[in-house]
C-alpha cells in the first residue's frame, strides 16, 4: 500500500472517531440528562469520554480478557 493510500486510510478513520465522539457527547449531554445521574456519574462519563479521545482506554475484548483472568 503506498503511503498516499495509507495517510487515505487514517484520514478516514480518524472522521469516523470524530463522528464517534459527536454522537457520544450528544448521548451523554441530550439523552442522559444531568438530573437523571448523579453528578460523579456524569463526571465519569465524561472523564471516559476524554480517555477514548487520548488514546488511554483499551478495546472492550481485552478488558474481558483481564476480568477473566
Known amino acids: 500500500m503506498s503511503e498516499s493510500a495509507i495517510l487515505q486510510e487514517l484520514k ?3 472522521e469516523r ?3 464517534i465522539e459527536k454522537m457520544l457527547e450528544v448521548i451523554i449531554e441530550r ?3 444531568e438530573e437523571e445521574m448523579s453528578e ?9 469520554l476524554e480517555e477514548y479521545r487520548k488514546g488511554e482506554t483499551i478495546p472492550l ?5 483481564h476480568l477473566e483472568e
Open 61 to 65: 475484548n481485552e478488558a474481558l480478557k
Open 12 to 14: 478516514l478513520l480518524k
Open 31 to 33: 439523552f442522559l440528562p
Open 17 to 19: 472517531i470524530n463522528r
Open 40 to 48: 460523579e456519574d456524569y463526571e465519569a462519563l465524561r472523564e471516559a
